[in-house]
């Protein structure tokens, strides 16, 4: 609930150093934002817009912002926090985050106060007003995306409030018409609700219900100290045919302090290999998206396209044709193809995985992804990448005996395994 305050004082004109607005924003840091902003990346607003993401935003006096000018500098689950001394200023920005855009008011109107070792004096202590706002959806509330077909939240748990937690749902019928509308203007209303219809009702409800299975059977088949590093599964809801339509789980947050592009590398491959030769499962869609850079290490995301080592999909008519539309249209696919048309993979082992549900595809994609690390965003600030430098360019070379080994009917890398030696051999060359 959002607390304001009764006849709030306007201090329209006042005007303040830079002096004075750092001082303000160092207050509010200390009164408001608390351990939230320990070991997290804060910057202001009025950085550079090309500086990247981080996990806090803060506004100082008058330079409040509009969702529309903070929602791509911020990571997801990241808070805009504003401090003015004009407090119908505040309110009005303020209006502009309850709810909208995005953004959920975490802590509403409040004052901060200037006064020394927080002294309180109602018309003698100066004071400004402030409050804060979180970043609870991926995309802006009615923009149209190619990377998310569910309803993807931040949302409070409600068994514990002081916490949030990821809720992927199933959208409505008609939100998802809305959505294909915009993507395909051209195409018959009556198509695209028939499309609609099946997605909602066959399609979605038996990937969501598998990666809820996958989910839980990972907190049991990985090792203890990998668990942390993939999503954790708290609720489901299911339909009269025991399908899950929605499924809560626990929120593995981007931010915290940077690592090395070598040990991003290293935790990804290694957490690979451990979910294919230890809990047997196949991600099939590690595209940056899904990576995440957490105070627990690097952890995978979104496990609806998941499928077990051992799985025989020809088994299942439906499931089959379900990862053979799959493959034929996710971007890991599109990429395989366009790379060996271009010639640019000569490994067998790799081409052999055209068109199939493989690890292959994982090892594949890993290896290319760690060389551009920067591809999504939200890493941006959190792996110290440097293009040109040593490490960059012993992961390339890495990443050119997996994809163009000399010998292309025995490559050395096949494996999550093998890339993982790869790296560790980097690491000791370079002595990382």
């Given at each position: 609930m959002i607390k304001t305050l009764r006849n709030p004082s306007r201090r329209a004109g006042t005007t303040t150093t830079s002096a004075d607005a750092d001082r303000w924003v160092k207050l509010l840091s200390a009164q408001r934002l608390g351990a939230e902003s320990k070991g997290r990346q804060v910057a202001r607003t009025s950085e550079a817009e090309d500086a990247g993401m981080v996990d806090i935003r803060v506004a100082g006096p008058g330079d409040p912002k509009p969702p529309s000018e903070v929602f791509n500098r911020l990571r997801w689950g990241g808070l805009f926090a504003c401090v003015d001394l004009d407090a119908e200023r505040v309110a009005r920005v303020m209006q502009s985050y309850d709810g909208k855009q995005g953004f959920v008011i975490e802590q509403g109107f409040e004052e901060v106060w200037g006064g020394p070792r927080g002294l309180r004096i109602p018309g003698v202590t100066p004071r400004a007003y402030s409050f804060i706002a979180r970043k609870t959806h991926l995309v802006v509330p009615g923009e149209v995306s190619d990377r998310f077909t569910y309803d993807v939240t931040l949302q409070a748990d409600a068994q514990d409030p002081a916490r949030y937690i990821v809720r992927k749902q199933i959208p409505t019928a008609a939100d998802l018409v809305e959505r294909l509308k915009r993507k395909h203007p051209e195409a018959e209303p009556a198509d695209l609700d028939a499309r609609a219809r099946v997605l909602v009702d066959e399609v979605f409800p038996v990937f969501l219900t598998r990666e809820a299975r996958v989910l839980s059977g990972l907190q049991t088949a990985l090792p203890s100290t990998y668990r942390s590093r993939v999503p954790r599964p708290l609720r489901l809801k299911k339909n009269a045919a025991g399908m899950v339509t929605r499924l809560e789980m626990q929120w593995l947050r981007n931010g915290g302090g940077a690592i090395s592009h070598l040990e991003f590398a290293r935790q990804s491959a290694e957490l690979l290999s451990v979910l294919h030769d230890e809990?047997?499962?196949?991600?099939?869609?590690?595209?940056?998206?899904?990576?995440?850079?957490?105070?627990?290490?690097?952890?995978?995301?979104?496990?609806?396209?998941?499928?077990?080592?051992?799985?025989?999909?020809?088994?299942?008519?439906?499931?089959?044709?379900?990862?053979?539309?799959?493959?034929?249209?996710?971007?890991?696919?599109?990429?395989?193809?366009?790379?060996?048309e271009k010639g640019q993979i000569t490994n067998d082992a790799i081409r052999a995985v055209k068109g199939r549900a493989d690890r292959g595809v994982d090892t594949f994609y890993l290896a290319v992804q760690i060389n551009r690390p920067h591809t999504n965003p939200e890493l941006e600030r959190l792996i110290d990448y440097h293009p040109m430098g040593e490490v960059a360019k012993s992961l390339e070379a890495l990443t050119a005996a997996v994809l163009r080994p000399k010998n292309p009917d025995a490559g050395a890398f096949k494996t999550a395994a093998d890339l993982v030696r790869g790296i560790t051999r980097i690491q000791r060359k370079l002595g990382e």
């Open positions: 809990a047997g499962i196949m991600h099939l869609d590690l595209r940056p998206d899904n990576m995440v850079v957490t105070p627990d290490g690097v952890g995978f995301i979104d496990f609806g396209s998941a499928a077990g080592v051992a799985e025989d999909l020809s088994k299942n008519p439906v499931l089959r044709q379900l990862f053979t539309q799959m493959t034929r249209t996710s971007q890991v696919h599109r990429v395989l193809n366009q790379m060996m």
